[in-house]
């Protein structure tokens, strides 16, 4: 590689340019595949589950749970907060 040197400078020397490190080889085979791929998402209870919640539950419990919705009236249901140790009550969602 030739010496690179600058324009327009009083005291001008010559300057050697390093290589660059990203065409180096090691590079090549240390190069992993992508992180995604790795585990493959599987749903074994998901069935399962779904079957229970759609027709093992019973009709009182679907009811209570419905209740608020059936009168109009704005409820958040705990599943919305956020609750941790050493923090108040923080609203995830507002309804």
Known sequence: ???TVP???GFAAAVTEPLPSATSPALFATAFGPIA???VPRALLSGA???AWKYLMPWLLMLLIAEPTLFAVVVVPFA???????AEIV???GL
């Open 1 to 3: 590689m030739p010496p």
């Open 7 to 9: 324009v327009a400078v």
């Open 37 to 39: 791929t790795e585990s």
């Open 49 to 51: 589950v779904e079957f």
């Open 80 to 86: 919305l907060y956020v609750v941790y140790d050493g």
């Open 91 to 93: 609203p995830v969602a």
